[in-house]
Protein backbone atom coordinates (compact mmCIF):
# COMPACT_ATOMS: atom_id res chain seq x y z
CA UNK A 1 0.00 0.00 0.00
CA UNK A 2 2.60 2.42 0.55
CA UNK A 3 3.99 1.69 -3.00
CA UNK A 4 0.32 2.94 -4.38
CA UNK A 5 1.09 7.03 -4.43
CA UNK A 6 4.12 6.22 -6.16
CA UNK A 7 2.93 4.26 -8.61
CA UNK A 8 -0.13 6.20 -9.26
CA UNK A 9 1.81 9.89 -9.29
CA UNK A 10 4.53 8.05 -11.82
CA UNK A 11 1.52 7.20 -14.35
CA UNK A 12 0.18 10.21 -14.16
CA UNK A 13 3.83 11.83 -14.87
CA UNK A 14 4.71 9.39 -18.12
CA UNK A 15 0.72 9.69 -19.32
CA UNK A 16 1.41 13.58 -19.01
CA UNK A 17 4.99 13.43 -20.69
CA UNK A 18 2.85 11.45 -23.90
CA UNK A 19 0.36 13.50 -24.33
CA UNK A 20 2.66 16.91 -24.11
CA UNK A 21 5.13 14.95 -27.09
CA UNK A 22 5.19 16.91 -29.76
CA UNK A 23 7.73 14.95 -32.85
CA UNK A 24 10.04 17.34 -34.51
CA UNK A 25 10.17 17.11 -38.61
CA UNK A 26 13.32 14.92 -39.53
CA UNK A 27 15.93 15.61 -42.24
CA UNK A 28 13.91 14.13 -45.68
CA UNK A 29 15.19 11.23 -47.68
CA UNK A 30 16.79 13.32 -49.97
CA UNK A 31 19.40 14.90 -47.96
CA UNK A 32 17.30 18.01 -46.75
CA UNK A 33 17.86 19.58 -43.91
CA UNK A 34 15.90 19.21 -40.47
CA UNK A 35 12.17 21.68 -40.98
CA UNK A 36 12.92 21.35 -45.13
CA UNK A 37 9.75 21.85 -47.23
CA UNK A 38 8.31 18.22 -47.47
CA UNK A 39 9.69 16.08 -50.30
CA UNK A 40 7.63 15.09 -53.02
CA UNK A 41 6.36 12.24 -54.29
CA UNK A 42 5.73 12.14 -58.05
CA UNK A 43 9.64 13.17 -58.83
CA UNK A 44 8.34 16.69 -60.06
CA UNK A 45 9.55 20.30 -58.25
CA UNK A 46 6.42 22.08 -56.84
CA UNK A 47 5.20 24.37 -58.79
CA UNK A 48 4.95 28.13 -57.36
CA UNK A 49 1.52 29.26 -58.19
CA UNK A 50 0.98 33.01 -59.58
CA UNK A 51 -1.53 34.99 -58.47
CA UNK A 52 -2.93 34.50 -61.79
CA UNK A 53 -2.66 30.70 -61.08
CA UNK A 54 -0.81 28.48 -63.00
CA UNK A 55 -3.15 27.15 -66.13
CA UNK A 56 -0.56 25.36 -69.32
CA UNK A 57 -2.68 24.44 -72.28
CA UNK A 58 -1.64 21.91 -74.75
CA UNK A 59 -3.38 21.10 -77.78
CA UNK A 60 -3.83 17.02 -77.71
CA UNK A 61 -4.35 16.95 -81.54
CA UNK A 62 -6.76 18.25 -84.09
CA UNK A 63 -9.42 15.32 -83.38
CA UNK A 64 -8.93 15.39 -79.84
CA UNK A 65 -9.86 18.13 -77.31
CA UNK A 66 -7.51 20.50 -75.86
CA UNK A 67 -5.75 18.88 -72.46
CA UNK A 68 -5.72 21.52 -69.96
CA UNK A 69 -3.18 21.39 -66.94
CA UNK A 70 -3.32 23.55 -63.61
CA UNK A 71 -1.59 23.05 -60.55
CA UNK A 72 -3.83 23.74 -57.10
CA UNK A 73 -2.94 25.66 -54.60
CA UNK A 74 -0.42 25.01 -51.45
CA UNK A 75 -2.89 23.09 -48.88
CA UNK A 76 -0.96 22.88 -45.28
CA UNK A 77 -1.65 20.63 -42.33
CA UNK A 78 -0.17 19.65 -39.12
CA UNK A 79 1.87 16.82 -41.06
CA UNK A 80 3.27 19.18 -43.91
CA UNK A 81 2.01 20.82 -47.47
CA UNK A 82 -0.16 19.16 -50.06
CA UNK A 83 -0.30 20.36 -53.58
CA UNK A 84 -2.54 18.92 -56.66
CA UNK A 85 -1.88 18.98 -60.41
CA UNK A 86 -4.84 18.12 -62.49
CA UNK A 87 -5.26 17.68 -66.44
CA UNK A 88 -8.46 17.99 -68.28
CA UNK A 89 -9.01 16.77 -71.72
CA UNK A 90 -12.56 18.42 -72.70
CA UNK A 91 -14.99 17.90 -69.85
CA UNK A 92 -12.97 15.04 -68.12
CA UNK A 93 -10.51 14.77 -65.54
CA UNK A 94 -7.65 12.77 -67.28
CA UNK A 95 -4.99 12.65 -64.71
CA UNK A 96 -4.48 14.14 -61.15
CA UNK A 97 -0.60 14.20 -59.61
CA UNK A 98 0.59 15.03 -56.41
CA UNK A 99 3.04 18.07 -56.77
CA UNK A 100 3.76 17.65 -53.14
CA UNK A 101 2.45 15.35 -50.17
CA UNK A 102 4.00 15.47 -46.61
CA UNK A 103 7.23 13.66 -46.02
CA UNK A 104 8.98 15.17 -43.14
CA UNK A 105 9.42 11.98 -41.13
CA UNK A 106 9.03 8.52 -41.82
CA UNK A 107 5.15 7.67 -40.85
CA UNK A 108 4.24 11.21 -43.06
CA UNK A 109 6.20 9.41 -45.85
CA UNK A 110 4.77 5.91 -45.69
CA UNK A 111 0.90 7.33 -45.38
CA UNK A 112 1.82 9.74 -48.52
CA UNK A 113 3.19 6.79 -50.31
CA UNK A 114 0.12 4.84 -49.94
CA UNK A 115 -2.32 7.69 -50.32
CA UNK A 116 -1.36 9.51 -52.96
CA UNK A 117 -1.93 7.37 -55.41
CA UNK A 118 -5.86 6.22 -54.03
CA UNK A 119 -6.36 10.10 -53.83
CA UNK A 120 -5.87 10.36 -57.54
CA UNK A 121 -7.47 6.95 -58.83
CA UNK A 122 -10.55 8.35 -56.22
CA UNK A 123 -10.64 11.78 -57.99
CA UNK A 124 -10.22 10.54 -61.86
CA UNK A 125 -13.56 8.10 -60.53
CA UNK A 126 -15.37 10.90 -59.18
CA UNK A 127 -14.72 13.53 -61.85
CA UNK A 128 -14.68 15.75 -59.05
CA UNK A 129 -13.16 17.21 -55.94
CA UNK A 130 -15.35 15.54 -54.03
CA UNK A 131 -14.03 11.98 -52.90
CA UNK A 132 -13.94 9.66 -49.69
CA UNK A 133 -10.26 9.73 -48.51
CA UNK A 134 -8.08 7.63 -47.45
CA UNK A 135 -8.62 6.19 -44.12
CA UNK A 136 -5.49 6.85 -41.72
CA UNK A 137 -4.53 10.08 -43.66
CA UNK A 138 -7.42 12.34 -42.78
CA UNK A 139 -5.43 15.51 -42.69
CA UNK A 140 -3.58 14.60 -45.98
CA UNK A 141 -7.21 13.72 -48.04
CA UNK A 142 -8.78 17.10 -46.71
CA UNK A 143 -6.07 18.41 -48.06
CA UNK A 144 -5.47 17.25 -51.44
CA UNK A 145 -9.55 18.29 -51.66
CA UNK A 146 -8.98 21.67 -51.28
CA UNK A 147 -5.76 21.72 -53.59
CA UNK A 148 -7.58 19.39 -56.39
CA UNK A 149 -10.73 21.49 -55.75
CA UNK A 150 -8.13 24.96 -56.59
CA UNK A 151 -6.52 23.57 -59.27
CA UNK A 152 -10.64 22.91 -60.87
CA UNK A 153 -11.67 25.94 -60.27
CA UNK A 154 -8.51 27.80 -62.06
CA UNK A 155 -9.63 25.73 -65.21
CA UNK A 156 -13.01 26.58 -64.14
CA UNK A 157 -14.19 22.75 -64.69
CA UNK A 158 -18.02 21.44 -64.49
CA UNK A 159 -18.13 17.93 -63.85
CA UNK A 160 -20.30 16.85 -66.80
Do not use: C, W
Request: aromatic content about 4%; charged content about 15%; glycine content about 12%.
Amino acid sequence: MKRAPIVIAGTVAGVAGVLSFHPQPGASPAGGAIGAKPTTTSGAKPATPSSSGSTNTTAASTTKAATRTATGTDAPNQYGDVQVRVSVSGTKITDVTAVALPGSDGKSQEISAAAGPQLARQAVAAQSAKIDGVSGASYTSDSYKTSLQSALDQLGFKPA
